[in-house]
């Protein structure tokens, strides 16, 4: 292993400790295990531990496998439920939103609360975990309040550093944007700035951008409010389409050929831990002033309503029984991640809405329903080609790209309703 001179990081060797083993900070341990640093990933979880200390990963991320299976097998990423002593901590824990579209900072708290225990003086803390403004300054706090002999003044040897480092990957992309993009470093002070800054250029051959840490929260909230008032335009959209008799997708494709026109498709609304999370920490932040963000937000939460509505108009139709085949779970198209998907939303909605229907559900990246529809008694998890073939209702909800082999005559005669576009 590539070991750390003492002038970049001069405590507990070249350890660095990434709390929390999800989508993000799995593979960002990964990538920092593979730049050198020994790296000890934490979980409360005891069954994503040991998966990942059998070099398993424990969910899908095209390619992502041979990585830790070599860092694991190295030594140089170890899975733990609880914190060590390091040189660097990195907090990459869930934030979801509570009652009120508020930041829910239980487990950013938990994990400071946990952290805190093993500083001695000289650590950098990374607040990777999406975040409203202040939040870096709210995780200083609380470890400072737990540890009164440490400070946030540099150049002590009791000081700690913190600073906030969004990700910005794409899953299902992962392994390629993990090194390719840009990445915005915000340190509560100058220092630590210029020390998270060290540790991400190991691996990120995209740009490091320097900056406070309350500009960094608001650059990551900002880049996923600027997507999700977008989509919302375009699902807006697709409402507006339906009602009129126009074909979306062809409008859509004409008015993009416009130079100065780029439209996005629509769909059956915003899923994932962060475009459909992300702007209400802005309209929290800002209530009065984030009309337009709430709009899109608000348009795009309403859209799965709108699906499952057309799906009930549509099978009212057909006979009694007539079975309904739902195409996909996950928020996005060729990953296992159900996180805030409008297509688990519609699922539930539907289950309860025509209980006597047999609702089939093909989901080609899990092996089994999610708890919130196996009660469902009328929903059941089965192939694409048995739920084609039973059902009278094919309703689209993601597009992966394994539906993209569907072809004409396995549809023939059946109702479709395409949420995405695929099945034209």
Partial sequence: MTRVSES???TTEDIVCVMGLGY?????????AKSGYKVVGVDINPDYVSCINDGRVPFFEPDFDELLKTTVAEGSLTASTTPVEAAVFIIAVPTPFAKGHHVDDRYIMAAADSVASCLKGNELVILESTSPPGMTERLAERVLEKRPDLTLQPGASNSIYFAHCPERVLPGKIMEEMVTNDRVVGGLNPEAGKRAETLYSRFCEGSILLTDAVTAEMAKLTENSFRDVNIAFANELSIICEKIGVDVWELIE???????????NPGPGVGGHCIAVDPWFIVSSAPEEARLIRTAREINDAKPDFVVDSVVGSVQKLGEHSPVALLGLAFKADIDDLRESPALSICEKLGQRIPRREILVVEPHIERLPGSLENLPNVALV??????????TIVLLVDHTKFKSLTLKQLEGKEIIDTRGLLR
């Fill in 383 to 392: 192939s694409m080609e048995e739920a084609v073939e039973l059902a009278d």
């Fill in 254 to 264: 004409l008015a993009n050929h416009h130079p100065r026109v780029s439209i996005l």
């Fill in 8 to 10: 970049k990081f001069s």
């Fill in 24 to 32: 993000i900070g799995l593979p960002t341990a990964a990538f920092i």
